[in-house]
């Protein structure tokens, strides 16, 4: 059975602090992984990886694809009290399906 | 652009009862997704049409639930009868290829049963 895992559940970290989200797969037919930002109610697209593009960097936002350990890490540096959210990893699997970990609930305190 | 609309943003019922989720999506999108999101859990995948066509359904509970996509564009779920255990939020997505592996989200329909 297709799983995506993530860790940790939640954090708490303070403005300027460097957090490391982990996410971990177990998929039939990778095709992509996906990080996604969930603040209220609609996750917004942050990264897609894939065995081309392993490694992606927005502002203070990276995140690295390892497909032999069947893993990925979001890092932000420099935390913001607006980074707070729920951060949601997804993988395709073949050409339709997708699978959502839990999310990791990250709050940074001013 | 105007982003992936969704209506009602809540919606209260008692069990047993019917309700009915509508969404339109990007337009131009064809390719259409409804998740269910419990609290504290992940989304997880309904359904996903392209154009007006069903791709994935295998997680739909089909005894109660339903979904169409009429002409390829706006697309309703519904729920009947509605159990303890619907109470969830309903995201809708969209994107414009199949397989395309950005997808653009709904404010989402949080449904209580009561």
């Known amino acids: 059975e297709d799983k995506v895992v993530q860790s940790p559940l939640s954090l708490v970290v303070h403005e300027g602090d460097t957090v490391t989200l982990n996410c971990s797969y177990e998929v039939t037919n990778f095709r992509s992984l996906l990080w996604y930002k969930q603040e209220k109610k609609a996750p917004t697209f942050l990264f897609m990886l894939t065995s081309s593009g392993i490694e992606k960097k927005s502002g203070r936002l990276s995140s690295i694809l390892d497909k032999k350990e069947l893993s990925s890490i979001l890092n932000i540096t420099a935390t913001q009290t607006g980074d707070s959210a729920i951060y949601l990893c997804?993988?395709?699997?073949?050409?339709?399906?997708?699978?959502f970990g839990t999310g990791t609930r990250l709050k940074v305190l001013a | 652009e105007a982003g992936v609309a969704q209506s009602p943003r809540y919606k209260i019922i008692e069990k047993r009862q019917s309700v009915a989720f509508w969404c339109n999506p990007i337009s131009g999108h064809a390719t259409l997704y409804w998740y269910q999101q419990i609290l504290g859990q992940g989304p997880k995948l309904l359904i996903q049409f392209q154009n007006n066509g069903v791709v994935d359904d295998s997680q739909l509970p089909k005894d109660r639930f339903s979904a169409e996509r009429l002409k390829g564009v706006d697309s309703t779920l519904k729920i009947q009868p509605a159990k303890l255990e619907d109470s969830a939020v309903y995201l809708c997505a969209s994107s414009p290829l199949a397989g395309a592996s950005e997808q653009f989200f709904g404010p989402g329909t949080r449904l209580t049963v009561l």
């Open positions: 997804a993988v395709q699997s073949g050409t339709y399906k997708y699978i």
